[in-house]
T-cell receptor, first 113, second 117 residues
Framework: GAGVSQTPSNKVTEKGKYVELRCDPI?????LYWYRQSLGQGPEFLIY????????DSGLPNDRFFAVRPEGSVSTLKIQRTERGDSAVYLC???????????FGPGTRLTVL | AQKITQTQPGMFVQEKEAVTLDCTYD???????LFWYKQPSSGEMIFLIY??????QNATEGRYSLNFQKARKSANLVISASQLGDSAMYFC??????????????FGKGTSLLVTP
């Protein structure tokens, strides 16, 4: 079956612009996670959803970052007024339950010029 | 404080040999899970193996096994009979079942493994 998909695969934007990153989880997976991976580091947790609601958003670095999952499936990570420090690979993962292994998408590489 | 420590930035192993990638963790939870993921140059994170804190036996998945030493808080990954395709970054991660951050994974910084012919 299809895995987790993320679009776009690459996004280049200018400082101060708004971007949206999309994640399509594996069908039937109730939990969805967003991580950010900077160069040479492991992924860092941003936010996770159980169903439609954000169960924990403690990893979001500031209020420029926001994520939604309105119908409990596809999720969008939104970044306002992008900064050069936001450049990273944004990874999405989904799992069937909260205690199960997370399956990751290929990521979106965001570059802020 | 770092919850997952991977002390080996890079490792080399010859094809067909076994290799151990180190991982130590820090938690005060009694219930937690330990994961290993592989990240090839393509960037996708591939799940390899899982060990629950209450599992008494070490987890195994094909050529992968997890050497779980609870008292030492270590969860080393052993790859047997290395193949050229095993060359990648390897990340150890922990899920704390009662932490404030819910069920998110805490990742280490990773170990780069290069398998040579």
């Amino acid at each position: 079956g299809a895995g987790v998909s993320q679009t776009p695969s690459n996004k280049v934007t200018e400082k101060g612009k708004y971007v949206e990153l999309r994640c399509d989880p594996i069908s039937g997976h109730t939990a969805l996670y967003w991580y950010r991976q900077s160069l040479g580091q492991g992924p860092e947790f941003l936010i996770y959803f159980q169903g439609t609601g954000a169960a924990d958003d403690s990893g979001l670095p500031n209020d420029r970052f926001f994520a939604v999952r309105p119908e409990g499936s596809v999720s969008t990570l939104k970044i306002q007024r992008t900064e050069r420090g936001d450049s990273a690979v944004y990874l999405c993962a989904s799992s069937f339950g909260l205690l199960n292994e997370q399956f990751f998408g290929p990521g979106t590489r965001l570059t802020v010029l | 404080a770092q919850k997952i420590t991977q002390t080996q930035p890079g490792m080399f192993v010859q094809e067909k040999e076994a290799v151990t990638l180190d991982c130590t963790y820090d938690t005060s939870d009694q219930s937690y899970g330990l994961f290993w993921y592989k990240q090839p140059s393509s960037g996708e994170m591939i799940f390899l193996i899982y060990q629950g804190s209450y599992d008494e036996q070490n987890a195994t998945e094909g050529r992968y096994s997890l050497n779980f030493q609870k008292a030492r808080k270590s969860a080393n990954l052993v790859i047997s009979a290395s193949q050229l395709g095993d060359s990648a970054m390897y990340f150890c991660a922990m899920r704390e079942d009662y932490s404030n951050s819910g069920y998110a994974l805490n990742f280490g910084k990773g170990t780069s493994l290069l398998v040579t012919p």
